[in-house]
């Protein structure tokens, strides 16, 4: 392959990876980044040096610098995302500072990493449903409801709500959380339809009991009943969260924040 032909691959790659960098800095570095890298590359060349070794190294560090700068842009834009995650590093050093005292603590690195992206991810859905609005009983309401599956999720992979956590048929409590999921989906945030999103979703948690007495046919012992009581717990959490919705979409002071 001709020297200018593979110039012009290794600078049309360089080109198409720098347009990662954040909008701002790209607009204002970019053009100049090209040209750098298209000196480099023929003065590379005129030394008898391997073009190819020298783009993967800077493709390389590229890349890195590119990660750095959308997380520096991310997390500088938004203050709030910055305390959703010091929250999380705050609760999980709770459990790790518990290890090192005791040994009935013991979880795995895995443990930290799953329970991580289980609150962060609790953190940014929040953040997500209350982005646009100011309204005091909305936020609450998407407190609970954010809380109620984040709840709901944590306790059947940790312990399973019906039985153990390798009982099969907790699955269906992940339904429960998909038809909530789609539910806000359908409803775009709003108030009234996010009610009515939980409404449905209550109605489905309290069906699971009722679908694995008709399974399991279990004996009726204080287990049963125990699992009822919990699972009214999570339905009592929906439906509070959709009463408030509902209260919200009555609110006067329900205000759209401008962008």
């Known amino acids: 392959m001709k020297p200018e032909k593979k110039f012009n691959i290794y600078f049309k ?3 198409f990876l720098i347009c990662f960098y954040p909008k701002k800095f790209y607009n204002k570095f970019g053009s100049e ?9 023929k003065q590379n060349s005129k030394e008898n040096k391997s073009i190819f070794l020298f783009f993967i190294k ?14 520096n842009t991310l997390f500088m834009n938004n203050k709030n995302l910055v305390k959703v995650f010091l929250v999380c590093l705050g609760l999980l050093s ?8 005791s040994t009935e ?25 209350t982005k646009k609005l100011i309204n005091k009983t909305y936020k609450i309401a998407a407190a609970i409801t954010v809380f109620t599956a984040l709840f709901l999720v944590w306790a059947n992979l940790a312990v399973g709500i019906i ?39 209550a109605i489905a948690q309290a069906v699971v009991p009722v679908i694995a007495l008709i399974i399991k046919q279990p004996e009726i012992t204080i ?13 009592t959490l929906w439906l509070t969260a959709a009463i408030l919705f509902r209260r919200a979409d009555s609110n006067k002071n329900l205000t759209l924040k401008t962008i």
């Open 13 to 15: 790659l360089y080109s």
């Open 58 to 71: 800077t493709f390389i560090e590229t890349s890195h610098e590119i990660i750095k700068s959308n997380l």
């Open 163 to 201: 039985g153990s956590e390798d009982n099969q048929i907790n699955v269906l409590f992940f339904g429960v959380i998909l038809i909530g999921f789609l539910g806000t989906v359908i409803s775009k945030l709003k108030p009234l339809g996010m009610s009515n999103a939980l409404i449905v979703t």
């Open 94 to 101: 709770i459990p790790f500072i518990a290890m090192q005292v």
């Open 105 to 129: 603590v013991n979880w795995s690195p895995f443990d930290f990493i799953a329970a991580f992206i289980l609150l962060f991810g609790a953190g940014l859905s929040y953040l997500f449903i």
């Open 33 to 41: 980044m090209k040209l750098v890298f298209n000196d480099l590359l």
């Open 223 to 235: 287990g049963v009943f125990q699992v009822i009581i919990i699972n009214m717990f999570f339905v």
